[in-house]
Nanobody, 115 residues
Framework: QVQLVESGGGLVQAGGSLRLSCAAS????????MAWYRQAPGRERTWAAI???????NYVDSVKGRFTISRDNAKNTVYLQMNSLKPEDTAIYIC?????????WGQGTQVTVSS
């Protein structure tokens, strides 16, 4: 089993920044992709950013230029630097990790952006 622990969420004013972290532990052989999803109140979970084991990243259009995903393979940790935050970024942010054919999810961390 793989456990994921997220941190870094909170309340911030519009235009502010937050940095999320997600650390993986447990039976980890080789992590392939690491990603951040988000789920706004009353809405479905959607993908926000992803990074491959080789460091190639991609983003949903709404966060491009504002969010940066990165990873530390030695620490099995993925980060999401969020700048120029907007009220519409308010959501629970959930990390996802792929280990072989298995997909694991974190418990989520709340990000609230006030206007």
């Amino acid at each position: 089993q793989v456990q994921l622990v997220e941190s870094g969420g909170g309340l911030v004013q519009a235009g502010g920044s937050l940095r999320l972290s997600c650390a993986a532990s447990g039976s980890i052989s080789s992590i392939s992709t690491m990603a951040w999803y988000r789920q706004a109140p009353g809405r479905e979970r959607t993908w926000a950013a992803i990074i491959t084991s080789g460091g190639i990243s991609n983003y949903v259009d709404s966060v491009k230029g504002r969010f940066t995903i990165s990873r530390d393979n030695a620490k099995n940790t993925v980060y999401l630097q969020m700048n120029s935050l907007k009220p519409e970024d308010t959501a629970i942010y959930i990390c996802q990790v792929r280990v072989g054919l298995q997909v694991y999810w974190g418990q989520g961390t709340q990000v609230t952006v006030s206007s």
